[in-house]
């Protein structure tokens, strides 16, 4: 019988239920019945070969998006020689439908609110998220609900309202109180209202180790790093490959490493101090806009997660991630600044021994760089204005040798 758990105590919830926490605010999630799970491979598409990994009746089906599937490929020298690791790796999750990894956590959104004949999809977000669920309600003719921060970027809330969501931009404090009040009125109110570390959206992650576990031809990196939030990714990245460990088709589970902008970093500063708790921040500035989480529901069970399982954990200064969002782009990969933050963060991991330089690492391009245009006016670019009259004389200038 498929149920939802609490990941520190054990308890078991319904499947349906609205709150995405336990009682005690610990994270919840799902449990089906693996004990038959085997990868279907004649499937036509990687829902469909996973579906026994996946509690919802519908899973086989998809998104309705198209399938996603993103690339896995070998990082370009200078990006790895820079960072250190020769076996680098870059999953490009910006390929999504809606640009950012927040897809594959829609999917299972869909199958509930088709299973239990919802007829709203609302969710909170500082952007990709609700970009995200805009998309797919719209494509299975929901309705959906967005409750954004008033800092979140134009550019993300106009993608959201114009796939007909309406946009509810909320004041508050901070991000973090302002999530706590929404999910606690939505709530009262009867209406379910996913977060970025529910139980469900969870699930949708596990689909990228999944994928990962393909690509490779069965086999495992040694770290994935991810930058992190609210947690639900790392969360559902990980639970994904422990699925696959169960299903006895990989020997070993990779170790996460979380990555924070040094200026927000509730959960490193926890990890490194060896506390079993975050350190949660209050007034968040960064430039890493899609990881502002400065006290995330459940944040403390990631740390105590991280620390039981090795995880490393490492930061990068404002500075850094504009550089890391530089080197990416010279590579041929435009992120936003918060997937850019791996960069520098696995760079320091690698340079302090905590990872080996012939270990094999998966960097998470989460979000693409068109999300927050913005940003990329701090770059340094070679941007020329020239009058038709004298192109022929600038010509010869830029092809001399
Ligand atoms: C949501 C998001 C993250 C953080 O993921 P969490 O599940 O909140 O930890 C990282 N990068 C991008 C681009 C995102 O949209």
């Not at 299903?247 to 927000?264: E, F, K, S």
Request: charged fraction near 20%.
């Amino acid at each position: 019988m498929r149920c939802l758990v609490s990941v520190s105590s054990g308890d078991e919830y319904p499947f349906e239920r609205l709150a995405e926490f336990a009682d005690d605010g610990d994270p919840l999630e799902v449990r089906g019945d693996l004990s038959h799970a085997k990868v279907r491979s004649g499937a036509p598409s990687i829902a469909a070969r996973f579906s026994d990994f996946f509690a919802y009746k519908n899973a086989a089906e998809g998104g309705g998006l198209g399938e996603i599937v993103t690339p896995l490929v070998q990082a370009p020298q200078p990006l790895a020689e820079f960072i250190g690791i020769e076996r680098l790796l870059l999953k490009n999750e910006t390929m999504n439908p809606t640009w950012s990894f927040k897809d594959r956590g829609t999917l299972p959104c869909i199958w509930l609110a088709a299973e239990l004949g919802e007829t709203t999809l609302a969710t909170i977000s500082t952007g990709n998220m609700g970009h995200s669920v805009a998309a797919y309600a719209a494509r299975h003719g929901l309705r959906a609900l967005v409750f954004v921060p008033d800092f979140t970027p134009p550019e993300k809330i106009l993608s959201m309202g114009a796939h007909g969501a309406v946009v509810v931009r909320v004041a508050a404090e901070n991000f973090g109180v302002m999530k706590r009040s929404v999910l606690a009125h939505g709530e009262a109110a009867g209406l379910r209202i996913v977060s970025g570390n529910g139980p469900h959206r969870v699930e949708g992650y596990k689909l990228e180790a999944f994928e990962m576990w393909e690509q490779l031809g069965g086999e495992t990196p040694d770290f994935i790093a991810v930058p992190t939030s609210a947690c639900g990714h790392i969360r559902g990245i990980h639970k994904g490959w422990r699925e696959l460990f169960a299903a006895g088709l990989v020997a070993q589970v990779p170790r996460m490493i979380v990555v924070q902008a040094a200026n927000n970093a509730p959960l490193v500063s926890g990890i490194q101090q060896g506390l079993d708790h975050m350190v949660p921040v209050e007034h968040v500035e960064t430039i890493a806009e899609a990881i502002t989480s400065g006290n995330p529901p459940g944040g403390d069970a990631l740390v105590r997660q991280a620390r039981s399982l090795g995880w490393p954990a490492a930061t990068a200064t404002e500075e850094e991630i504009i550089d890391g969002q530089r080197r990416l782009a010279h590579s041929g990969y435009l992120v936003e600044p918060a997937s850019a933050v791996s960069v520098h963060a696995v760079r320091k991991l690698r340079a302090n021994g905590s990872i080996a330089a012939d270990a094999r690492v998966v960097l998470m391009l989460t979000g693409s760089g068109l999300k927050d245009p913005a940003i990329l006016q701090r770059h340094s670019m070679k941007i020329m204005d020239v009058k038709e009259r004298d192109l022929s004389a600038v010509l010869k200038d830029l092809v001399k040798p």
